[in-house]
């Protein structure tokens, strides 16, 4: 089964939002890390996982 890369969430993909929030000024510099605001621990096509793994 090919995992679809859509399902796959990374930290580049967060951190287009955070340097925005950044540079409006609603979080300090380094205030905030991609990882502390999302995770893939549960998503089905994750390395290792299966769709069936739902």
């Known amino acids: 089964m090919l995992r679809p890369r859509a399902a796959w ?29 999302y995770t893939n621990a549960f998503n089905c096509f994750r390395p290792g996982k299966t769709a069936e793994a739902q």
């Open 9 to 37: 969430i990374s930290d580049a993909e967060i951190r287009v939002w955070i340097d925005w929030l950044e540079k409006d000024g609603l979080f300090k510099l380094g205030q905030i890390k991609a990882s502390d605001v």
